[in-house]
């Protein structure tokens, strides 16, 4: 009888008839009642190789045994039934019903024609009560906090009977108070006798946390060894498969005078809330000012307001003696502010446009127009094959479509148009989200080079390493106010942390 | 107070296939397969319940008549928007034009007609009330009760919201779809059985005259809700009806202008509401299933 | 290029099998469907009077698809053609028949007044949009009745040739001065010198989209309004902008109809029969190409002109014409149907 719950052999998983390889020989071994970390950059194949264990996915070839019996795993119903569940990075849960229509969606209990909702509730409530989850059943889920709809998700899998729980990044979403919560869950489980695998790609997490680790890279499993014999540096270079470098050198500038400056910033979202609650910082030359926070505390409406795609309540913003505030996009983009967006294809690129297109994408009107009305693209192709060159933007084609590249290179023509309009501020929100962490070196070097070159930078980002890699110095918001403006040096992560959750510091 | 009652009778009757069609898209949009082509499954619901009554003699076959015929012109699109993914707007569009184009020809082959058929047996009525009026009414009190207090209504309203998630939990998100989207035309196919068998006694050339638009509108201002849907399309039929008593009365406007009422009112109607009201997050979007 | 060619394999193939269909309702029917389709064919272009009244059909669909496609390109759905139509006929005939100032009542101010006209009705859906985000599929529907309506109020009212008494619903004749030049007077099939203003519309707007500003601009407010907002391009505006291009476009499309003389020179009841929707299956089945709306809306004109001749020279109705024309639409609908059955066919082997 095998020690281990779980053995996934010789998995291999290709799309489109073999062009695409996501899985290629893996094998995995869990063992029972163990934290298995599973770690890899973007498109490694992690997620792939879960989906399989849950049934989203069939492999094209390998087996699965499962308490040491081979098993087909037809789809998320099966499953379940043997007991494997997974909590997804991007909650599967109905944002417009409650939780107990979300616990029960799927095996709904009835009574006669109708849905025995009362049941549903009565379980929700047997469940919570087993695991010391505390949950509303009535609750409507998109009502929940991030921290409580993970919970909700968690008693999902435990309602239908998991004894292998499966997390695909819990953490990415949760604030520090939230994740201490989610580790005293994961250990209350084991010693109910569950065995835990979970997705990250926070190393010190992994380092924390898991018993055993294992390295998948390009489809292929590379590496498998407990974690106390890990450091970062060795689960890293398994990851890329050559030395990373962790700190990228940061220059020493002198900063200059103060070239940005907000003061009493008020600014309400979609739904009629203060989303920023009278902000005030500044910026000066040749600094990078960094926004941490976890997501949802009012960075996007912030940059919203400084690059004029949301109007401000109250408050002023002033670059260099202009006021920003009320006026159009265009008109901040002419007074000297660039913007790289979170979400690069939602947001800054059109995916039918060329690559020439794209680069000339915001300055068409400025760099390209002809005359009045008509376009130079023989001046935009010219350009566009110059910035492929600096930049490094692969393939050097410019005439493919957007789309085709990959996130890395797609992000590099981004921040490469920006940092080519005339500018003294950039701001540049979640510059390495989706992109591997190789090319995550030359993005930072990229922001550092802006430093250098006297300009005002302000970074948001939810990767706290990134913020304190790249920082002078470091403001954090939570529910729409600055909690704490740091100084890089007197900064911790423990500190970030207490001032993400809303806590105040001991004044020394 | 005789003219209020005979105010109130004419809502009724003028927003009863209007009722009917909007519920039928809002089952198809809940879960999240828009359906612009309502206007054509009420059409052919009209000219079927018509033909089959003639052939039948009977009627209330011909009731059946139209819902099967709606239903079978929901299936072509709930094919090519489920199977084939495709853009749900045009191939919506496509049916009404086909709708359009199928009514005059088959007119044409079946009764040598140009514009409409000969008189066809007419469904009864209760009071003064037709039966199909009665129908259209009961159906619209139950799909309250369907979409909130059963499982099938649970899950059209997952697979509408966030269909990946009923995936994972094992629902098979295209065949609610299937459902929901056929459900839509039959119903759509009844209110227009009322135009042709139920309010007269015959089809005549486009006699749908766009309610299955107004249907949709009705179904936005009703904020994709049973109790909404029905607070809408009475006051589209308000519209309708009162435009009948204000020509009687009112005889210096041009009856084109009174005619135009409905039409103006829903495009206010779509103007103040928009900003509040949120379709299914899941609405237009193909849903890829990889298992 | 290899992609380009499967694209247009689709609408031939769409109409091939929409053909095939028709034969064998027409074999249903009793007739010969090699027959039916000889008069078909030949009713629509053999012969100066046949082209004459192919290419004069085709014109005002021209029109309307380019109204269509170029509305599609800032991603929208333009349905309503039919009121924009309805509108640039109604102001043509006004001003054309009624306004005895020379300078106001001739072809060229004419046509740019009926193009403002079409330009005004869609804006109308264009600012509902923009501002208040209205599905324009509905709001350009309701305008499509509204000016239905407001159509047979002006025939039987104000623009009634002889007054509100006077005898049949329709405008009186426009003056000589408001009049299209006719091309091919010897067919005497008001074949008109508005075709020639079509393919110019079509240069035209090929034009915009490929090498201006706006067209660059309108393309990336169709693929992308969030980026195209970010990138300091007035959304609201382009959207309005673009809704009411379409509009003008489908407007002279409508007087064309009236300056053209295809009613003799009068707006009469049915006189633009369902060309604002005929748009819709121009554009969709010339995959939104202006050279391709060309090919498609002359390919429905010919099925029209010809479907007369072989409903005269057999007994087939006319009215199959409106189905093949259905079908087609359904089949295009269904594109990605095809492309999944070719793809499918790849993969397995």
């Not at chain 2, 296939?17 to 082509?37: D, H, R, W, Y």
């Amino acid at each position: 009888m095998s020690e281990y719950i779980l053995e996934m052999k010789n998995i291999r998983k290709t799309f489109l008839g073999g062009k695409v390889v996501a899985n290629d020989d893996i094998t995995l071994k869990i063992e029972k009642g163990e934290k298995h970390a599973i770690v890899g950059e973007n498109g490694a194949g992690k997620s792939t190789l879960m989906k399989i264990l849950n049934g989203l996915y069939h492999p094209t070839s390998g087996e699965v045994y499962y308490h040491g019996k081979g098993v087909k795993i037809e789809g998320p119903g099966e499953a379940a039934k043997l007991g494997i569940g997974m909590v997804y990075q991007h909650f599967m849960l109905v944002p417009t019903l409650s939780v107990a229509e979300n616990m029960v969606l799927g095996v709904e209990p009835k009574k006669g024609l109708s849905l025995d909702i009362n049941t549903a509730r009565e379980e929700v409530k047997r469940v919570s009560e087993k695991y010391g989850l505390a949950i509303d059943p009535d609750a409507i889920i998109s009502d929940l906090s991030v921290g409580m709809q993970q919970r909700v998700e968690i008693l999902k899998i435990l309602f239908k009977g998991a004894n292998l729980l499966v997390f695909d990044e819990p953490t990415a979403v949760l604030i520090p108070q939230e994740v201490k919560e989610l580790y005293k869950i994961m250990d209350n489980l084991i010693a109910e006798g569950k065995t835990i695998i979970f997705i990250s790609h926070k190393l010190q997490e992994v380092l924390d946390i898991s018993d055993n680790i294992t390295v998948i890279r390009r489809g292929k499993d590379v590496a498998n060894f407990p974690t106390e014999e890990a450091t970062k540096e060795k689960i890293a270079n398994a990851m890329v498969g050559r030395p990373v470098l962790f700190t990228t050198e940061k220059p020493e500038v002198e900063m200059g005078r103060e070239l940005v400056s907000v003061n009493n910033l008020l600014v309400k979202n979609n739904k009629g809330i203060i989303a920023v609650d009278e902000v005030n910082f500044d910026i000066r030359e040749g600094e990078i000012l960094g926004i941490a926070g976890v997501e949802g505390s009012g960075q996007t409406e912030l940059i919203e307001a400084l690059t004029g795609l949301r109007k401000a309540e109250a408050g002023t913003v002033v670059l260099e003696g202009e006021a920003l505030l009320g006026k159009t996009p265009k008109k901040i983009t002419l007074e000297g502010v660039a913007h790289i967006p979170e979400d690069r294809f939602k947001r800054a690129a059109v995916s039918e446009f060329s690559v020439r297109d794209n680069f000339a994408f915001g300055v068409h009107k400025e760099k390209y127009s002809k005359n009045k009305f008509m376009l130079n693209f023989a001046k935009m192709a010219e350009e566009a094959k110059h910035f492929m060159e600096k930049y490094d933007v692969r393939p050097r084609e410019i005439n493919v479509g957007f789309g085709r590249l990959s996130g890395g290179n797609q992000q590099k023509v981004i921040v490469a148009r920006e940092l080519e309009k005339e500018h003294k501020f950039i701001i540049i929100a979640q510059p390495t989200r989706g992109v591997d962490i190789g090319a995550i070196e030359s993005i930072h070097k990229m922001v550092l080079e802006e430093k250098e070159k006297g300009k005002a930078v302000l970074v948001v980002s939810a990767e706290l390493s990134e913020i304190m890699n790249l920082s002078d110095r470091i403001a954090v918001m939570c529910g729409g106010k600055i909690t704490g403006i740091l100084d890089r040096a007197d900064a911790t992560e423990e500190k970030i942390g207490i001032l993400m959750a809303g806590g105040k510091l001991d004044e020394k | 107070m005789h003219m209020l009652i005979s105010l109130l009778m004419a809502t009724l009757r003028q927003a009863a296939p209007i009722l009917i069609t909007a519920i039928g898209g809002m089952f198809s949009e809940v879960a999240g397969v828009i359906n612009i082509g309502l206007e054509g499954m009420m059409l052919m619901g009209a000219f079927s319940a018509a033909v089959v009554s003639y052939y039948t003699g009977n009627a209330y076959v011909g009731i059946l008549g139209g819902m099967i015929a709606g239903g079978l012109m929901a299936g072509i699109h709930a094919v090519l928007s489920i199977k084939y993914k495709g853009n749900q707007t045009v191939s919506g569009v496509a049916i009404n034009l086909f709708a359009s184009g199928f009514t005059v020809f088959m007119l044409r082959v079946l009764f040598n007609q140009s514009g409409n058929t000969p008189t066809v047996p007419k469904v009864g009525t209760i009071g003064n009330v037709s039966i199909i009026v009665i129908l259209i009414y009961g159906v619209a009190i139950w799909s309250h009760y369907f979409l909130y207090k059963t499982k099938t209504g649970l899950r059209m309203r997952a697979v509408g919201e966030h269909p990946l998630a009923a995936d994972t939990v094992g629902i098979n998100v295209a065949k609610v779809r299937y459902f929901s989207v056929i459900m839509s035309g039959a119903l759509a196919g009844l209110g227009g059985a009322y135009l042709s068998i139920g309010a007269l006694s015959q089809f005549t050339k486009e006699m749908s005259a766009g309610r299955g638009f107004i249907a949709l509108a009705a179904l936005v201002f009703g904020k994709w809700t049973p109790k909404g849907v029905l607070a809408a399309s009475l006051l589209f039929g308000f519209a309708d009806a009162g435009q009948t008593l204000i020509q009687q009365y009112v005889d210096f406007i041009p009856p084109q202008f009174i005619q135009m009422i409905p039409y103006i009112l829903t495009l206010l109607a779509l103007a103040g509401v928009v900003g509040k009201a949120v379709a299914p997050s899941a609405a237009g979007k193909p849903y890829e299933s990889n298992h | 290029m290899k992609n380009k060619l499967k694209d247009m394999m689709i609408p031939v193939l769409a109409v091939f099998i929409a053909l095939i269909i028709g034969a064998g309702i027409i074999g249903y029917l009793g007739e010969s469907p090699l027959n039916a389709y000889y008069y078909l064919f030949t009713g629509a272009f053999v012969g100066q009077r046949a082209i004459a009244r192919t290419l004069l059909e085709a014109t005002p669909m021209i029109f309307t698809g380019l109204s269509v496609l170029f509305a599609f390109k800032a991603g929208m759905f333009n349905i309503g053609g039919q009121g924009q139509v309805i509108m640039g006929g109604l102001i043509a005939a006004a001003v054309g028949a009624f306004v005895h100032n020379a300078g106001v009542n001739n072809v060229f101010i004419i046509l740019i007044l009926s193009g403002l006209a079409g330009f005004a009705w869609a804006a109308i859906a264009g600012f509902l949009k923009a501002k208040l985000g209205v599905h324009e599929v509905i709001s350009t529907i309701m305008l499509n009745y509204i000016a239905m309506n407001f159509e047979q109020y002006a025939l039987n009212y104000p623009l009634k040739a002889g007054g509100p008494s006077g005898p049949s619903p329709q405008t009186p004749p426009v003056f000589e001065s408001a009049r299209l030049m006719q091309l091919m007077p010897q067919t005497r099939e008001a074949f008109n010198i508005g075709f020639i203003l079509a393919i110019v519309a079509v240069i035209v707007v090929w034009f915009i989209m490929e090498k201006t500003i706006l067209g660059y601009e309108i393309k990336a407010v169709g693929n992308n309004p969030t980026s195209a907002e970010n990138a300091g391009i007035n959304v609201p505006w382009i959207t309005a902008l673009s809704l009411g291009i379409a509009g003008s476009l489908a407007a002279l499309g409508g007087a064309e109809r009236i300056l053209g003389g295809v009613g003799q020179y009068t707006y009469r009841q049915g006189i633009m029969a369902s060309y604002g929707f005929d748009g819709i299956a121009v554009a969709l089945l010339g995959k939104n190409h202006p050279v391709g709306a060309v090919l498609s809306a002359i390919l429905f004109a010919a099925l029209r002109v010809g479907g007369r001749s072989m409903q005269f020279n057999t007994s087939v109705p006319s009215q199959i014409v409106i189905i093949l024309q259905a079908i087609i639409i359904l089949l295009i609908a269904a594109e990605n149907m095809f492309k999944m059955i070719l793809n499918r066919k790849k993969v397995s082997e």
